[in-house]
């Protein structure tokens, strides 16, 4: 199995802050990476997928980038609605596999 | 926009099977166009996928779940649905249903463009 390791586990961030998470996948995935976020009892929202392209309707202020097996979310101008779990995910490998979550607080 | 709604029994007794339906809305079912997707999260293991369908024929499965699971879908009640065997107490957790677009394919295998819609999330617990 791929394994995918954020990091960091959590952070602490202010209002307006940009911030930026990352994932290391154990092989070679391409650009087989999707970033979800999650609020607190919500269920997952996806944000991007192939690395850095957005889902329809999602805020350019969320942006990823990556290939191979190095990964990065950046968040930009922090709101309080981005205060959330952000996990990653490969489906280039079954089974697919996620991250063990990012979990952003306010400072 | 796509809604996708999970439900079944809150409660299973270990050695039964725990049986999910996901109801989808707003949006098309057609066979072969989208991957159904069931992705489940604990405490313990985190986001966890079990298993997608693209179709009958095209069918994928967590080799975690020692051949339990079973996933099908039935496109005229604009279901899917998923089986999981013989549940133990370790299946306990919030159970979501997702979809996905039809991505690429490598060594035979093809997957779902991630899950870019999900369902609310089902909790089950399983105790006797």
């Known amino acids: 199995d791929i394994q995918m390791t954020q990091s960091p586990s959590s952070l602490s961030a202010s209002v307006g802050d940009r911030v930026t998470i990352t994932c290391r996948a154990s092989?070679?995935?391409?650009?087989?990476v999707a970033w979800v976020q999650q609020r607190p009892g919500k269920a997952p929202k996806s944000l991007i997928f192939?690395?850095?392209r957005l889902h329809p309707g999602v805020s350019s202020k969320f942006s990823g980038s990556g290939y191979g097996t190095d990964f990065t979310l950046t968040i930009n101008n922090l709101q309080p609605e981005d205060f959330a779990t952000y996990y990653c995910q490969q489906y280039t490998s079954y089974p697919i596999t996620f991250g063990g979550g990012t979990k952003v607080e306010i400072k | 926009q796509v809604q996708l709604q999970e439900s079944g029994p809150g409660l299973v007794k270990p050695s039964q099977t725990l049986s999910l339906t996901c109801t989808v809305s707003?949006?098309?079912?057609?066979?072969?166009?989208?991957?159904w997707n069931w992705i489940r999260q604990n405490p313990v293991k985190g986001l966890e996928w079990i298993a997608s369908i693209l179709d009958s024929d095209n069918t994928y499965y967590n080799p975690s779940l020692t051949s339990r699971a079973s996933i099908s879908v039935d496109t005229s009640k604009s279901q899917f649905f998923l089986n999981l065997a013989s549940a133990t107490v370790a299946d306990t957790a919030v159970y979501y249903c997702?979809?996905?677009?039809?991505?690429?394919?490598?060594?035979?295998?093809?997957?779902?463009?991630?899950?870019?819609?999900w369902g609310q999330g089902a909790l089950v617990t399983v105790s006797s």
């Open positions: 092989q070679d995935i391409r650009h087989y």
């Open positions: 997702a979809r996905g677009g039809r991505g690429h394919c490598v060594d035979g295998s093809c997957f779902s463009e991630s899950f870019q819609h």
């Open positions: 707003g949006g098309s079912m057609s066979t072969g166009r989208y991957y």
């Open positions: 192939a690395s850095s």
